[in-house]
Structure formats: structure tokens, C-alpha cells
């Protein structure tokens, strides 16, 4: 183990990108208009019981989530809609707890756990940038 992973280890951060180094956290594209996945998105954490919306700015593509369990984190949700059929989906989260053994894998599987439920209920076109 690299000292580098160590120190990613205990991240408190993670925002998804298109280019992110870990392919499970580089931005997901799902074909759909913004509406939709927007309206789903937010849909999906209304039914989560260890989620509460604290904001929705439609307008700004973006739902603000204060996240109760496995540790308490808090989670932005950005929608694009990149063309008239493909909307991009990425996510910031973030910690002020501290764990044992690191932050970082906790909110890694939170994140790959959101856009599985997304893929569910989406047809997912593509993961990162397009080459």
C-alpha cells in the first residue's frame, strides 16, 4: 500500500468527475431529458429513510441531502443535461466524522450505492468523459 492510499484513505471528500481516476466515480450519463432525471433523482431520496432534501434549486440542477447512516454526511446532487437525450449525474459528498479506518471507502460505497439505484430506474449510456 502506497502512503498515498493512505492518505485517501481518510478523505472526508469525494466529488465525482468525468475524468475522476476511479472509474466507479467518474460522472454517469444517462439518456433521459433533465426533467426526468431530476424529478427521479430527487424521487429517490425522498424514499430514503436515511436521507432528508434540504434543498432543491431546480433551476441550478441541484438537490442538497443531509445523509444519517452508515455516518452522518452531506450530499449535492448535480444534474446536466449535456444533450436533448443525455443528462449527466454527479455527486459531492462529505464528512466532518472522523472513523476508524477511513472515511473515504464509506463514502465511495454510499456514492456507487446511489447510482445503482439511478441505473435502476435509467439506461445508463455512458460513465467519463467521451473519447
Known amino acids: 500500500m502506497a502512503l498515498k492510499d493512505i492518505f485517501l484513505r481518510f478523505r472526508k471528500e469525494i466529488e465525482t468527475t468525468e475524468t475522476y481516476p476511479d472509474d466507479q466515480l467518474k460522472t454517469h450519463f444517462y439518456k433521459g431529458t433533465f426533467n426526468q432525471l431530476f424529478t427521479s433523482v430527487e424521487q429517490i431520496f425522498r424514499q430514503d429513510a ?8 431546480k433551476e441550478h440542477g441541484e438537490i442538497a441531502i443531509e445523509i444519517n447512516k452508515p455516518i452522518p454526511c452531506f450530499l449535492i446532487v448535480t444534474i446536466i443535461s449535456e444533450k436533448p437525450l443525455e443528462t449527466a449525474v454527479d455527486f459531492t459528498i462529505s464528512t466532518e466524522r472522523t472513523v476508524l479506518l477511513g472515511t473515504y471507502p464509506v463514502l465511495k460505497h454510499r456514492i456507487i450505492s446511489f447510482y445503482e439505484r439511478i441505473n435502476k430506474v435509467h439506461h445508463l449510456s455512458r460513465v467519463g468523459k467521451k473519447i
Open 50 to 57: 436515511d436521507c432528508r432534501i434540504s434543498t432543491v434549486s
